[in-house]
């Protein structure tokens, strides 16, 4: 129709569906010009382009359509200058949120991967730094299904709080089960944290000299590590001074087979007087 175009039109013009056209006009957000009525065609206006980009340009920027719907019913400059000047705000906080993501993601990708530079090393040493951890007590009969519920608790805890978590869980096992051949009865299960005073259940792991061991296999396996730490801390005149903690390097996050499983152990420990 002379000085109109059709929905086919717009459509390429806009780099967008019909189907997107046709959903904004059943919400009211951008109807046609003219509507035939034999055939039920759309037809749009030349002003009407000009509309729709503003409507894209906002979904771009970030505003949802029921949004765009309301501000356009009476838009003007300072109307306008206002949401805008809202949207900043909600722009810097999803980058700081990305950063944050980033710098999460960065992290595990760098505990990998010195995990495996280091996994056939044996035992080692190394003085850590101080650590808090975001735990969660394991029930009774403390076997791998009630760690794993303690585990899944954890991370809810932490989105519900939004908590600045390192996406990688946890578990710190009693030195008396250890000692028994008990080495999967965990009594808590954790995710590392960044410092924060706003959740219960937080824990300080203090700095201090640590033996360690890098676990590869399922976790029912882990045992023969565990007797490989025990025997290099007796030979070495090293005294267990706490219970283990058991960082996942490489777990069901990252990879479907339990036999590249990754496993960091550690105690804290001393020379023996």
Do not use: W
Not at 42 to 61: E, G, N, P
Not at 130 to 137: A, D, N, S, T
Not at 147 to 152: I, P, Q, Y
């Amino acid at each position: 129709m002379e000085n109109l175009f059709s929905i086919g039109e717009v459509a390429r013009y806009q780099n967008i569906s019909k189907q997107t056209l046709i959903f904004y006009d059943k919400i009211g957000l951008f109807r046609p010009a003219y509507v035939d009525p034999h055939n039920g065609y759309r037809y749009y206006s030349a002003s009407q382009i000009d509309y729709l980009d503003t409507i894209l340009v906002m979904k771009k920027i970030g505003f949802s359509l029921e949004e765009i719907r309301r501000h356009m019913q009476h838009y003007h400059l300072d109307s306008s200058l206002a949401m805008l000047h809202r949207q900043l705000d909600v722009i810097d906080q999803k980058i700081a949120e990305l950063r944050l993501l980033r710098s999460r993601v960065q992290h595990r990708c760098q505990q990998m991967e010195q995990a495996k530079a280091r996994a056939q090393a044996g035992v080692q040493l190394e003085d850590a730094g101080e650590q808090y951890l975001l735990c969660r007590p394991v029930a009774a009969p403390y076997s791998l299904r009630e760690v794993s519920l303690a585990s899944k608790q954890c991370f809810v805890d932490a989105f519900q709080e939004q908590l600045p978590v390192f996406f990688q869980s946890g578990v710190v096992v009693p030195f008396e089960r250890i000692l028994a051949g008990r080495y999967t009865e965990a009594s808590l299960a954790f995710l590392p944290i960044d410092p924060t005073g706003q959740a219960a259940g937080v824990r300080r792991l203090p700095p201090g000299r640590r033996a360690c061991i890098y676990h590869v296999g399922d976790y029912l396996s882990v045992g023969r590590s565990y007797e490989k730490l025990l025997d290099h801390c007796r030979q070495a005149g090293l005294r267990i001074l706490s219970d283990s903690s058991e960082f996942c390097i490489n777990d069901y996050i990252t990879t479907h087979d339990e036999s590249e499983y990754i496993t960091k152990i550690a105690f804290y420990v001393e020379p023996q007087i």
